[in-house]
Structure formats: C-alpha cells, structure tokens
C-alpha cells in the first residue's frame, strides 16, 4: 500500500530532524499572532513542535502538566494561560526568547 504522508506528519518530521527549523516555524507562527487565525495556528505550531519533541505525554510530564490539560491547552479551541505556554515551549527544548 502506497502511503502518502500528511501536511502535519512532514512537518513533524522536519521539525524533529532539523532544531533550528523548528525554532523558525515556531517563530513565524509566533510572528503571525496578530493575525486574523494566528491565534490557532500558533497552537497548532506548537503541537507539531510538541509531537515532534516527544509527544504530549514526555512533553506534558517536562512541563509538569497532566497529558489531559496539554491536550485541551493546545487543541483548537484551547486557551493556554502564557505559564502554561513557557512550561511547554521550554519543555521542547525551545524558548520564548529565541522567537523574538
């Protein structure tokens, strides 16, 4: 069976072989929060960094959250608090910082 790879799965996959590409997409999701939308593909950036790093269960045990909670944190209609983005963002090995 020929199996074609989805949108979501490529970009995991580059994120998890190539650190400085996932410090950029973050970046420009992080960029484009203004937006109309940016709101929600911020999050979605930010799963993608989160599956790409280890998934929610290693991510959300880093920052010290239950899997549960990340779930909803970074589901389309979640509102993470700003702690819970910095606990998560520093839990894949990235920073705020590195986004300016």
Known sequence: MNRTR???ESIIEMIRNDHEFAAEYLKAAFEELDLEGGESAFLIA???IVEAKGGMTEI???AGLSRESLYRALSPKGNPTLR???RVVHAAGLTFASLA
């Open 84 to 86: 819970t983005m910095c």
């Open 6 to 8: 989805s949108h979501d």
């Open 46 to 48: 930010l799963r993608h």
């Open 60 to 62: 959300a045990e880093k």
